[in-house]
């Protein structure tokens, strides 16, 4: 018995002591809450902000490209200029996901340098363009191989095509 009244007190001091240490991290938790608050809201408007930046130069490009292309329809830019410049703007732009984008411009570059060599004619320069006109908005390596299929397949035609003369 005496043992226990001697044990009752140091657990009553234990508890007390976990108690105020409980205590006193309740009056810390709002600050805390505060502070974690103030951080999440600052981490938003960052990012926030990279998603309106990344909407303005996608937003850009997109604007030299329909002022700039009928420059090469119409022959007063070379169309491996175009690409090669789009290409340049397209890299320098802040997008996440740029490397199909990035891709499908090197195919066209390709593609407007053999055009412009001789090396593929109208038709099957058409036909890769009108591919990567129609899947343009398409983040896809699909799209991207059917353009290079085009390619290879216009490249063999052509061929095919000078060697029967």
């Known amino acids: 018995m005496a043992c226990a009244r001697r044990i009752l007190p140091a657990v009553r001091g234990v508890v007390l002591r976990g108690w105020v240490t409980i205590g ?4 810390r938790f709002p600050r805390m809450l505060e502070r974690g608050a103030a951080i999440a809201i600052f981490a938003l408007s960052l990012a926030g902000c990279a998603i309106f930046s990344e909407t303005y130069g996608i937003q850009e490009v997109d604007n030299w490209a329909r002022r700039n292309e009928p420059l090469a329809e119409s022959g007063k830019m070379k169309w491996s200029d175009f690409y ?3 290409l340049e703007r397209v890299a320098a732009a802040p997008v996440i996901s740029q490397s199909p984008v990035v891709e499908r411009l090197g195919i066209m570059i390709t593609a407007s340098l053999f ?8 038709a099957g320069f058409d036909s890769v363009q009108r591919i990567v006109r129609t899947y343009q908005t398409i983040d896809d390596p699909a799209a991207n191989l059917l353009a290079r299929n085009a390619l290879v397949q216009a490249l063999e035609y052509k061929n095919s095509g000078s060697s029967a003369r």
Do not use: F, H, I, P
């Open 24 to 27: 006193s991290a309740m009056t």
């Open 115 to 122: 055009y412009e060599q001789g090396r593929l004619d109208k």
């Open 84 to 86: 090669a410049q789009y």
